[in-house]
């Protein structure tokens, strides 16, 4: 079954691997993808990558979902992020809010089923838009 799965994806050959990986002029196009209220360097990278507007273009921000002692497991952990990347862009004085979008509010429970959640389709819809990588 792993190999079907492999097989459904397109590959890169090591020279176009390579490629995509090399520095890039200008500006980057960015999506985050964060359990921001889980520790705290979440919020030092979320704020960084706002405060480099001159390299780095942030099309979106997207709350992951974790489970340990501050959550009651991945849905509410998820939503206390969206909640806490909230509370950073109003600090910033970013009013940008349609680009912070939840993410899932389960794991992965199998490796061939997606678990559909607004930041997932924003990803592939960002993807697919757009000059270079994302």
Known sequence: MLQELASAFPSLSDA?????????EGKL?????TDTYNEIDDQ???????????????????AA?????????PADGM????EEISRLLDRM???????????????LSERDVAVD?????DLVERAHQGDGPL
């Open 79 to 82: 939503r206390k992020s969206f």
């Open 44 to 62: 030092f990278a979320v704020v960084h990558a706002l405060l480099s507007g001159d390299r780095l273009d942030v099309e979106a921000i997207y």
């Open 93 to 107: 004085g970013v009013a940008d809010r349609e680009r912070v979008l939840p993410g899932a509010e389960r794991y």
């Open 29 to 33: 196009r960015v999506v985050l993808d």
């Open 65 to 73: 979902p974790f489970h340990n002692n501050r959550s009651e497991g």
């Open 117 to 121: 959640n607004p930041a997932s389709r």
């Open 16 to 24: 176009e691997a390579r490629s995509l990986l090399e520095p890039r």
